[in-house]
């Protein structure tokens, strides 16, 4: 049976689509892209005729790309038919949570516990003519091949630039030059009803156009604190991950990512993340390899009419403080639990999903102020932003990474959890270290006995170590050291 969840879907038939329908009631003439105007024989659309999208599927469909990839990995006989949808995010015994799903693992044979390798498909946009393809970092971040096919039957064995877990964005090239591109749009313009259309491969079905509208705008969900996703009633299907999202303008506003689904199915509720956060993360890639992101350390909760009531504050607003990381930029500014931050700088906190995202946007190091409530009084706390812990790539041939493994250090609490000074969370495992066994969830604490604390550090002693390593895993309350030949 399917559990009701969010989903991001990247499997065998994964790709990103809108509802045709629910459109026809739209008034007013778009204005479409000028070459696709000029080619358009269309007679003009009198007042309450649907929206015709055909100029824009004409002028930027060909800049929509199939991703094909191939990954190892395994799911449990449970899971079978889940497998397909994507796992829930967070924890799976969340009523809540269970109706988050991602657009993308890859799907398994039936019957088979451990496959060598599994296969799926999703979504991508070409951004650049020379090659730069946008998708979901869920859907390439464990892959050991992946293959961008275009509408004219071309197919390119790409590069995985880099991927950025917290925002879901990847970045991809392809050897070829003078290819279709699509062309970006401002998603801090997007209003809600505007209609929008996606192109994308549901269930393998290549290049399907589907429409819909704009159902919010800056959505929270769970475990996803750095995206303000834009909510559509787009019908969104396994397969269109990493699928672009366009306005009524011809210009993409989003990358289609997840969905909420009873089934594992469309069921009007849509999910994308904004281009212009796509954008700086792209750009962040390019340059660096990683993304930078502010970080206070601390976890905020939304604040109701009866906290606003608890707390002395004059309406529910802003975002209750319920746990501060020790030794970090908050508990060094003074924040305590029960404090109710209303302001970071001169930016307002209105919901507490706005100040992860807005800390996330400023630079490590930059001196700024929190305005919160305590007790009902107001304070001012100048603070320090710091950096949040960088989650490494993932491994691909010739990436410069050997090993095979995503990782990110351990947070405050699991380091007081688990009693550890230091050590690398794994976050996915393929290639060399998922033959040696190591799975998402062990800790690794040592290369060669030397301790490790961040992903760099591995990397370089992994480089230096020559044809076999010794990793110390943790998992669970056992320790073990394990071999393994670096690919």
């Given amino acids: ?51 015709d999208f055909s100029a824009i599927v004409e002028q930027y469909g060909p800049a929509v790309v199939n991703i094909s990839v191939t990954s190892q990995g395994k799911a449990d006989d449970d899971d079978a038919q889940d497998t397909q949808d994507g796992p829930a995010s967070g924890n799976s015994n969340d009523p809540f949570n269970q109706f988050f799903r991602r657009f993308g693992p890859p799907q398994r044979p039936p019957g088979q516990d451990q496959p060598s390798f599994v296969q799926g498909q999703g979504s991508g946009f070409i951004v650049s003519a020379d090659g730069l393809v946008l998708t979901n970092a869920h859907l390439v971040a464990n892959a050991q091949d992946v293959t961008v096919k275009l509408i004219d039957r071309r197919e390119f064995k790409a590069k995985v630039v880099g991927v950025d877990s917290p925002s879901d964005v990847a970045v991809l090239r392809i050897d070829a030059t003078g290819l279709p591109t699509v062309k970006l749009g401002d998603a801090s313009r997007v209003r809600v009803g505007e209609p929008v259309l996606a192109i994308g491969s549901p269930y393998g079905f290549e290049n399907t156009v589907t429409a819909g509208i704009v159902s919010a705008k800056s959505r929270s969900l769970p475990e996803e604190n750095y995206v303000p996703f834009i909510q559509t009633d787009a019908a969104v299907n396994p397969g269109s991950s990493g699928g672009p999202l366009f306005n009524q303008y011809g210009e993409v506003i989003g990358i289609n990512s997840q969905i909420y689904s009873e089934t594992g199915g469309y069921q009007g509720l849509s999910f994308a993340i904004p281009i212009d956060i796509a954008t700086r993360v792209e750009n962040e890639l390019i340059a660096h390899g990683s993304v930078t992101r502010g970080h206070i350390g601390l976890a905020v909760q939304e604040v109701s009419q009866a906290l606003a009531q608890s707390f002395g504050l004059p309406r529910p ?22 404090d109710v931050i209303v302001q970071l700088g001169e930016r307002t906190i209105e919901h507490s999903a706005d100040l992860p995202e807005q800390v ?70 393929a290639g060399a270290a998922a033959q040696a066994g190591i799975e998402a969830g062990d800790v690794i604490l040592a290369l060669n006995g030397t301790p490790v604390a961040s992903g760099a550090q591995l990397r370089e002693l992994a480089a230096q170590a020559g044809k076999r390593v010794a990793l110390l895993i943790q998992r669970g309350g056992t320790r073990i050291f394990v071999p393994l030949e670096p690919d």
Avoid: C, W
């Fill in 360 to 429: 996330a946007d400023i630079a490590p190091g930059t001196r700024t102020t929190l305005k919160l409530y305590r007790k009902g009084k107001a304070l001012n706390l100048p603070i320090e932003i710091g950096k949040l812990t960088e989650v490494a790539a993932p491994a691909m041939p010739g990436s410069g990474s050997s090993l095979g493994i995503t990782v990110r250090p351990l947070t405050p609490g699991e380091r007081r959890q688990g009693g550890l000074d230091s050590g690398l969370v794994v976050e996915q495992a």
């Fill in 1 to 51: 049976m399917i559990r009701p969840a969010f989903v991001r879907y990247a499997s065998a038939a994964a790709a990103l689509s809108v509802a045709v329908g629910g459109v026809a009631y739209l008034r007013h003439e778009p204005a479409l892209p000028a070459a696709a105007s000029a080619q358009s024989g269309s007679p003009a659309r009198g007042p309450g005729a649907p929206l």
């Fill in 317 to 338: 607003a802003g975002a209750l403080v319920n746990m501060v990381d020790a030794d970090s930029p908050a508990a060094k500014a003074g924040v305590q639990a029960g």
